[in-house]
């Protein structure tokens, strides 16, 4: 099946300590999307990647970082900077010049931090 | 700040059009209209998107008024899968996606 895979669906972990959030599609897309949602929210891009070994912050990077070493992944990294990390995590692909001209959603993972 | 305005819930009947409206009074001339939904705890799923022009395909229906200023998304026959966030993004080419708090919609049998 081609497609986004997000894993784990849901994890936990305590204060203080890194957490990585796995994100791979086999859609041969070029640009990589992360997006954080809280409660009654919509989504706030966290950092983007358009080719392999490059990355932009977003709108909300303070406390993540990303790598895209592949061009099939783009792991998000919630450090124990971010403030607030508890919330559901998304992430997209994107292919310039695809029909529909769109963005692609993995199912999610939803963090928790105690 | 997002560039549309939706409301933030409505309600429909199961097999009923469902009519979701966004103002996007202050849209670029090279931005297109995009709409997702978002059913609860998913990932946002693409519906359709147009220029200024009608669009139509298998989920539902786009109508952008002349001026471009306002656009409503039509789901034809609503079902209770129907259910969703509603979101409308104006985007241009290129450029990344910004979501607002979209329009709760709501499907009653």
């Known amino acids: 099946d081609g497609g986004i895979t997000q894993s784990p669906k849901y994890l936990f972990r305590k204060e203080g300590q890194n957490v990585t959030l796995s994100c791979e599609q086999n859609?041969?897309?070029?640009?990589m999307y992360w997006y954080r949602q809280d409660p009654g929210q919509g989504l706030r891009l966290i950092y983007y990647?358009?080719?392999?070994?490059?990355?932009q912050k977003g709108d909300i990077a303070e406390g993540y970082s990303v790598s895209r070493e592949k061009k099939e992944s783009f792991p998000l990294t919630v450090t124990s900077a971010q403030k607030n990390p508890t919330a559901f995590y998304l992430c997209?692909?994107?292919?310039?010049?695809?029909?529909?001209?769109?963005?692609?959603f993995g199912p999610g993972t939803r963090l928790t931090v105690l | 700040d997002a560039k549309t305005t939706q409301p933030p819930s409505m309600d429909c009947a199961e097999g009923r059009a469902a009519n979701l409206p966004c103002n996007h009074s202050t849209i670029s001339g090279n931005e297109y209209v995009y709409w997702y939904r978002q059913i609860h705890s998913q990932g946002p799923q693409y519906i359709i998107h147009?220029?200024?022009n009608n669009e139509t395909n298998e989920m539902a229906s786009l109508i952008i008024t002349e001026d471009r200023k306002s656009s409503t998304l039509i789901l034809p026959h609503a079902t209770l899968r129907d259910t969703a966030v509603y979101y409308c993004i104006v985007r241009a080419p290129y450029s990344t996606l910004t979501f607002g708090k979209g329009t709760m919609l709501l499907v009653s049998p």
């Open positions: 990647s358009q080719i392999v070994n490059d990355f």
């Open positions: 859609l041969n897309h070029d640009a």
């Open positions: 147009g220029l200024k």
């Open positions: 997209a692909s994107h292919s310039a010049g695809q029909v529909p001209d769109t963005q692609y």
